[in-house]
Each structure stands twice: as structure tokens, then as C-alpha cells.
């Protein structure tokens, strides 16, 4: 990356920081970065644009209909410094969410595999269980429910989470998602040990 894409994608960050520093469903800053280092691990030895990945990364979550109804302020914020990939960052980004995978989209681009693979990691594993938890908590969802199939923070688990390593565009994201899944199992199992006690 030149200086100068340096420079913006730590206008992103201040950015991101301002808009979701306050917000509690897990799809706050700190995620945020998260997608942006995981996708920088994922970028390494792979001929991917830098500067469109720390972008999408960071800017991912900022339209998304869970926290925020009708907004633009990704497409704002690329405009705004006269990003030259703009139309590339924002087809990532309107393509890359489970919900857009659920209605068919795909992500085509390598950037676009690439920020999907860390943005879905994130939902696994210590941090992932923490998000869950957090968003069924805003939504008012009881954790469990002794059913894999219901509205509960643990049915959840069952229904998207546990899939996930199985729908990784990148082999280095695929092995990590299944240790991920891995230690998600253990802590089920003391989960359930515990409620049955
Ligand atoms: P994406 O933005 O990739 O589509 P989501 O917004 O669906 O991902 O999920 C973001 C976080 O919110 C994840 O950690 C996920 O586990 C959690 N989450 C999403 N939907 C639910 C749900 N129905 N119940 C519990 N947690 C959820
Ligand atoms: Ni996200």
C-alpha cells in the first residue's frame, strides 16, 4: 500500500470508531478491526488489492439493516476521498453478508473471498460465542431453549454458525473456522453439562 492509502484506511478506522465506538450487537469498532487484520492474514502470499480489502473490512458493517435502517455512509465515506475502487468495495460489501448468501449472492472477487472468510470467522470461537450471545441479548432471545431448532442464542449455533467452515472461499480461513467449530463443541458440552446438573 502507498502513503497515501496508509493514510486512508486510518481515516477508515477514526471513521468506524466514531459511527460504531457505542454499538452492542457485536457489530461494534472492535470487530470491525478484527475483519480488517484476519483479511490482511488471509491477503499474505495472494496477489490481492491491499487498499480494497482494509476498506471493505472496515466500512463492511456500517450499513448493515441490523444496526442501521437506510443509510450510506460506506458509499459516503468512498466518495468523499475519491476512492478509485469504489464501485468494487461497495459490491463486496453489499454482496458479502449471510443474508445476501441466503438470497444467492456471492462475492466474486478474491478481495471480496477474502474479507467474507474474516468477516465469517469472527463469528466463531471465543469472540463468535460472545457476539451470539450479545446480538440474541439485544433481540430479546432466550439462550436456549433445549431445542436446536427455535429462536435461541444456542439454536443459532446449529443453524448458521456451525456451517460456516464449510462455506470458507480460502483453505487458511476453512482451517481455522473448524478449529474455531472445535472449541465451540467443547463449550457446548460444558454448557450442557451444566444445565442438566
Ligand atoms: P453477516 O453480517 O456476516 O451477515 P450477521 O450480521 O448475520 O453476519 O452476524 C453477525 C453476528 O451476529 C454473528 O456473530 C452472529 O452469530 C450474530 N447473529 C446473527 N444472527 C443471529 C441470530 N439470529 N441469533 C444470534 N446471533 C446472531
Ligand atoms: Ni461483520
Known sequence: MTNSDLRLIEKAKSYVNELLGQEATGHDYFHAQRVYRQAMRLAKNKDANLTVIG?????HDLDDKKISQGTSRALDFLKRHNVLETQEIMDIIDNMS???HLVGKKVTSLEGKIVQDA??????????????????????RPLYLE????DTA???FYQKLFKLPDLMNTEEARQIALERVEFMKKYLQEFYK???E
Open 119 to 140: 468477516d465469517r470467522l469472527d463469528a466463531l470461537g471465543a469472540i463468535g460465542i460472545a457476539r451470539c450471545f450479545s446480538y440474541s441479548g439485544k433481540k430479546q
Open 194 to 196: 451444566e444445565w442438566s
Open 98 to 100: 449471510f443474508s445476501s
Open 147 to 150: 431445542n436446536s431448532n427455535d
Open 154 to 156: 444456542i439454536a443459532h
Open 55 to 59: 476498506l471493505a473490512s472496515l466500512l
